[in-house]
T-cell receptor
Framework: GENVEQHPSTLSVQEGDSAVIKCTYSDSASNYFPWYKQELGKRPQLIIDIRSNVGEKKDQRIAVTLNKTAKHFSLHITETQPEDSAVYFC???????????FGKGTHLIIQP | EPEVTQTPSHQVTQMGQEVILRCVPISNHLYFYWYRQILGQKVEFLVSFYNNEISEKSEIFDDQFSVERPDGSNFTLKIRSTKLEDSAMYFCASAASGANVLTFGAGSRLTVL
């Protein structure tokens, strides 16, 4: 089955700086890669996703890049703000929302 | 904005007891899922459900687990005989189609004593 590795487990950045979280996946058939943000004690919420026919997608301060050859994808957050502090999970699936495999999460800490 | 609703928000039970967690998916969604998250760990897929049957399940979803859609709105997860290691947050999620994004509920925290 699919295996998703996510790094780093904890990331601390100064407010205003950029943050990058990286994930690798094992199943070359995976074609859907969402990123979820989970604030303490709350539900995971989709913040951005990318499908395998696209190499990069951007939504304001958030961007995701996908390298299918290397089987890795990354989340980029620019101009970080205190409300960006949360745990971020990457995920991969070969069938869209079906059977998502999640990474272990990255605890992003924004230092004031 | 439509939401996935889950009840109860927190349930405490004794080991060996049966537990039923309830979910009301978004009304026009056709695909339903259960995930669990042990405290401080990643979200893990349990089961997906479509057209009144299980479409996929993980190795975590063993014989002590079952799902049901008893009516047109509810989607339930039953744990027959709870173990200590079943303590986790259980998230229900739904999607309009298999290719669409998941919307998660707020979760049901299960504590097994």
């Amino acid at each position: 089955g699919e295996n998703v590795e996510q790094h780093p487990s904890t990331l601390s950045v100064q407010e205003g700086d950029s943050a990058v979280i990286k994930c690798t996946y094992s199943d070359s058939a995976s074609n859907y890669f969402p990123w979820y943000k989970q604030e303490l004690g709350k539900r995971p919420q989709l913040i951005i996703d990318i499908r395998s026919n696209v190499g990069e997608k951007k939504d304001q301060r958030i961007a995701v890049t996908l390298n299918k050859t290397a089987k890795h994808f990354s989340l980029h957050i620019t101009e970080t703000q205190p409300e960006d502090s949360a745990v971020y999970f990457c995920a991969a699936s070969i069938r869209g929302a079906d059977g998502l495999t999640f990474g272990k999460g990255t605890h992003l800490i924004i230092q004031p | 904005e439509p939401e996935v609703t889950q009840t109860p928000s927190h349930q405490v039970t004794q080991m060996g007891q049966e537990v039923i967690l309830r979910c009301v998916p978004i009304s026009n969604h056709l695909y339903f899922y259960w995930y669990r998250q042990i405290l401080g760990q990643k979200v893990e897929f349990l089961v997906s459900f479509y057209n009144n049957e299980i479409s996929e399940k993980s190795e975590i979803f063993d014989d002590q687990f079952s799902v049901e859609r008893p009516d047109g709105s509810n989607f339930t997860l039953k744990i027959r005989s709870t173990k200590l290691e079943d303590s986790a947050m259980y998230f229900c999620a739904s999607a309009a189609s298999g290719a669409n994004v998941l919307t998660f509920g707020a979760g049901s925290r299960l504590t097994v004593l």
